[in-house]
């Protein structure tokens, strides 16, 4: 098995696709490369994603950044008689004009650099705060198939498709109505512009009785080397925009959206809306013909106005009032039930109910996600300050102590965290000996844990509608305590028990990890960890490093060793693990970015981060 595995290679490592810049490096003289990997190479290579017969395989696709002229080269160490035949397996995903000679495609990109010039009718422009585009204004391009240059164009952009755009598949560019938006970054440097590919959105007008059109964005996409700048918002908003002043056009749908899209089009959807007041005096529940005009005023599917409504009770929503809750979870549910009536008309009563609140209980956990917590620290960096510590970090907000007893709070405030800064305040104001007689140490929105003196050192450090499994008592004893969510809406305190015998500190996330809690054992400083369906402790397993604190937010946690060093895992899906990607990690692994960096107090809110260091 050993010896056939060495013949194996994965193809999406083994797939190396590099833009070219012409003469744009340190020197001159030198090409600037960018280099990345596709996320999905299954359409080409199977499920498994696999190459046979092959030893140190690397397969180049390189590109031309602004034609995207393409060139074909592949190396190995040793290679069997029955290999894979690669190239012949890629060809039907790839430009039509792909060339496998590296000297005529330097040429060519060399050529292309200067000369090429984005084709279609420009509709506007933009600048952006990215580090490294001072000298730039991105362009967006509105071109169909009879748009001279854009048929070839086309061609060679449809391969990213495939490999960044799960279950993507090659646009028939035979049918004239797809209408596409090209965004291109333009550079002037030394008085002459150049420009790159960024970014781009295919469309296409269905018909929509009697006498409009439904125009649906099949693929959207923003090149690796752009993402995270902002640039997949512009697109989208430039899009809706002109949807909006397209008399023809009745609404706006997208093709299957997965995630990352679906909180995007969230995001700029609510911010629109927003603008325009649709959500003042907003309470549930929210009568279907108001869900129907401000569809037909916005151009929006129902459904999507639906899901705005909902993330928009959700922000201002106090899960402490139960009528209130109960009446957002049916809000939800009847939505829900209307959409998925068919499936749920097989099951039984009893089973029908379960499978409906799992669905809002996975729904209302996406809203968390997607609502843009932690959207106010992104870019943010050092916040200079004479803090002492980080009090506690929210939904969307965190708050510090100052060296003189100070409490600020930053970000977007819930009732609930405004509580908590007004009780930090009176602690911190009213101690004698400047220690807090409360210790407010997270929250979850609608929830608020206190505790014992600072002095005492016993945190409550947890996350989550229901999230608090592990708790720390005075005596570092750590007790097992879950509130629970039920179909009904009621609030059920499990009885307490203790678990853990002698812990440092202690923190747990919510029903989104299953309960899990983590712990600081103060004999050894090892760290361990359980969840509700698996309660006994098992060890990360750390022979070398001693962790003396754990934080938990929403579905991920923070740890912090004897030296300083911060340490993260569980979801990235918002960036919060704080590496500059979205990989969540199973295990505690240094944050990169922090390296060197003696950190001395953190705390995590529901989808971000907070690091405070020594200096």
Not at 315 to 343: G, I, P, S, T, W
């Amino acid at each position: 098995m050993n010896l056939l595995k060495q013949w194996v290679a994965n193809s999406s490592e083994a797939v190396n696709i590099r833009l070219a810049v012409p003469g744009s490096g340190d020197d001159d003289d030198e090409d600037d490369i960018i280099e990345f990997n596709p996320e999905f190479t299954y359409p080409i290579f199977g499920e498994q994603e696999q190459i046979f017969g092959y030893k140190d395989l690397m397969i180049n696709l390189e590109f031309a950044s602004g034609s995207l002229a393409s060139c074909f080269s592949m190396g190995y160490k040793e290679k069997k008689p029955t290999a894979d035949k690669i190239y012949s397996t890629m060809k039907d995903f790839l430009p039509d004009d792909i060339i496998d000679n590296h000297d005529l495609f330097t040429q060519i990109a060399q050529r292309d650099y200067i000369s090429f010039k984005p084709m279609g009718t420009k509709v506007s422009e933009y600048r952006s705060n990215a580090e490294g585009a001072e000298n730039s204004v991105f362009e967006f391009y509105h071109c169909n198939f009879d748009t001279p240059r854009f048929l070839e164009f086309h061609k060679r952009m449809q391969c990213f498709a495939i490999f960044f755009i799960e279950g993507a598949s090659i646009i028939e560019d035979t049918d004239e109505k797809w209408e596409a938006r090209l965004l291109f970054e333009r550079v002037s440097e030394n008085g002459q512009e150049t420009y790159n590919f960024v970014g781009y959105s295919n469309m296409y007008p269905y018909f929509y009785y009697p006498d409009q059109i439904r125009m649906r964005i099949s693929q959207f996409l923003i090149m690796p080397p752009y993402q995270k700048q902002g640039h997949g918002s512009r697109l989208y908003q430039s899009l809706y925009n002109d949807f909006c002043g397209r008399k023809e056009i009745r609404e706006m749908t997208v093709e299957d959206p997965n995630e990352e899209f679906s909180d995007l089009r969230d995001k700029n959807d609510m911010k629109h809306l927003d603008a325009k007041g649709v959500f003042n005096d907003l309470k549930a529940p929210i009568k279907k013909d108001r869900i129907e005009q401000v569809a037909a005023t916005y151009k929006l599917t129902k459904r999507q106005v639906a899901r705005c409504f909902e993330l928009a009770l959700l922000r201002k929503l106090d899960k402490r009032n139960q009528a209130q809750y109960r009446a957002f979870r049916l809000q939800v549910k009847e939505r829900l039930y209307k959409h998925n009536a068919e499936a749920l008309a097989t099951l039984e009563k009893e089973d029908r109910i379960e499978k409906l609140h799992e669905t809002f209980l996975s729904v209302e956990e996406d809203y968390h996600l997607s609502s843009g917590a932690g959207s106010f620290v992104q870019g943010l960096g050092p916040v200079p300050g004479d803090f002492s510590r980080v009090l506690f970090a929210g939904w969307a907000s965190y708050v510090t102590e100052s060296r003189q007893g100070q409490a600020t709070m930053y970000g977007e405030s819930s009732g609930a965290e405004t509580e908590l800064l007004r009780l930090c305040s009176l602690a911190t104001s009213n101690s004698k000996d400047g220690n807090a007689e409360v210790d407010l140490q997270s929250t979850s929105e609608g929830s608020v844990w206190s505790n014992m003196a600072r002095k005492r050192r016993r945190s409550v450090n947890c996350y989550g509608w229901d999230a608090l499994q592990g708790f720390l008592s005075p005596d570092g004893y750590v007790v097992a305590l879950c509130l629970n969510d039920n179909t009904t809406g009621t609030a059920e305190l499990y009885t307490p028990r203790q678990v853990y015998a002698t812990a440092m500190d202690v923190a747990s996330c919510g029903s989104s990890t299953d309960y899990c809690t983590v712990v600081v054992d103060r004999q050894t400083g090892g760290l361990y960890h359980w969840t509700l369906s698996d309660p006994v402790p098992k060890d990360f397993g750390s022979e070398t490093t001693k962790f003396s604190r754990v934080w938990a937010g929403e579905a991920h946690f923070l740890a912090l060793d004897e030296g300083g060093t911060l340490y993260s895992w569980g979801s990235s899906r918002h960036g919060q693990l704080g590496n500059g990607d979205l990989m969540s990690k199973t295990s505690p692994e240094p944050v990169e970015p922090l390296e060197g960096i003696r950190i001395v107090d953190a705390a995590c809110g529901a989808s971000f981060s907070v690091a405070l260091s020594v200096t």
